[in-house]
């Protein structure tokens, strides 16, 4: 073989060496993968759901090795705007080829406040050729909206106290809101309570917008009062009831009545200053009061009185009489329940009432 041919073989072979160097340093990696078992979303229901948690076993595989792992929360609120926070990676990967993580991140409904819509979970990872992939947890948000109950008396004075079961649920006393309410196609029931008036029972339908409903308590009748005794107006200063007990007063305008006349046989009463007057009603309507309304209800329709003629006997009750009184604003139920005159043991002459409002 000649030398000019040598040279040749000799430039051949390294140019040969040369394109399989140049080979072995531009492989094809794989793209890196990130995987999890289970769902790539929740959807959040407030009506049914207390803590959103994520719980996610990730695992990142790189065939040239993992370079970088980021982990990103982004939030979206309304229609465009997004807020993007990066959160803590795990670290220990170096050079890997693979690596698992167990990823969590707590939430809750305050999460969702300000009109939050959905939040994601992004995970990316980058190989050592540089080759980047990204997948992403997301959870939805349910449509819902804000629910606010007003709740006054009668009178249109505010009730800051009352308590209110809506759909199931039940707020502590004054807490009026109720967040996250979604969407109704049936009617939704509530129940308003508080001491001293009646329940009030309702239901509508939620639209799709914060919604405020009003409610009006009216005050329920409490029980009868203790005896209210009144002496004739003359004989205030030793007329007794019980026995022994001077009455000391012939008016009492809470019920808006005052005993001023008596021939024996009949106590006189009159309306109080600062009461409108009285209505007499009969046992069966008067028993089946509850609300301070059907007093009113029945004042309105009823014969105003400012004198009315009680009927009595010496030393016994005689028949009840009920009326409702009006004094100021308020309504009463009154019963008239004893008539006493006993002359023979220098008594007096004393009537007495008990009330409701």
């Not at 999890?36 to 207390?50: H, L, M, Q």
């Amino acid at each position: 073989m000649s030398m000019k041919t040598v040279k040749i073989l000799s430039l051949l072979f390294v140019a040969f060496a040369a394109v399989v160097i140049f080979n072995s340093c531009n492989k094809e990696y794989a793209t890196p993968t990130i995987t999890w078992d289970g769902a790539v979303s929740a959807i959040i229901d407030f009506e049914t759901e207390e803590n959103y948690d994520v719980n996610l076993d990730l695992n990142f595989s790189a065939e040239a090795g993992i370079s970088e792992i980021h982990i990103y929360k982004i939030i979206y609120s309304g229609v465009d705007d997004e807020t993007t926070v990066e959160l803590d990676a795990p670290t220990g990967y170096a050079e890997l080829t693979t690596f698992d993580y167990t990823f969590t991140a707590d939430n809750s409904m305050t999460d969702f406040d300000e009109g939050v819509t959905r939040i994601e979970y992004e995970f990316v990872v980058t190989d050592a050729e540089l080759q980047e992939t990204t997948e992403i947890y997301t959870i939805y948000v349910v449509e819902a909206y804000t629910l606010t109950f007003i709740v006054k008396d009668q009178a249109e004075n505010d009730i800051a106290d009352a308590v209110i079961t809506f759909n199931g649920v039940t707020n502590a006393a004054g807490d009026y809101v109720f967040e996250y309410v979604e969407p109704s196609e049936v009617a939704l029931d509530y129940t308003v309570t508080k001491a001293g008036y009646d329940d009030v029972t309702g239901s509508f339908i939620m639209p799709a917008l914060d919604t405020t409903v009003n409610i009006s308590m009216v005050t329920s009748l409490s029980g009868w009062s203790a005896d209210i005794p009144l002496a004739l107006v003359s004989e205030t200063g030793w007329a007794q009831y019980p026995l022994g007990t001077v009455v000391g007063t012939s008016e009492n305008a809470g019920i808006g009545m005052a005993f001023t006349y008596t021939d024996g046989t009949t106590f006189r009463i009159t309306k109080t200053t600062g009461c409108d007057g009285w209505v007499l009603v009969d046992e069966t309507a008067a028993l089946g009061f509850l609300t301070t309304t059907d007093l009113q209800t029945a004042y309105d329709a009823g014969t105003l009185l400012s004198q009315y003629e009680l009927p009595c006997t010496i030393a016994k009750a005689y028949a009840v009489r009920y009326f409702v009184s009006k004094v100021g604003t308020e309504y009463k139920l009154v019963k008239y329940v004893y008539g006493y005159r006993n002359g023979a043991n220098n008594t007096g002459n004393v009537i007495v009432f008990q009330a409701k409002d």
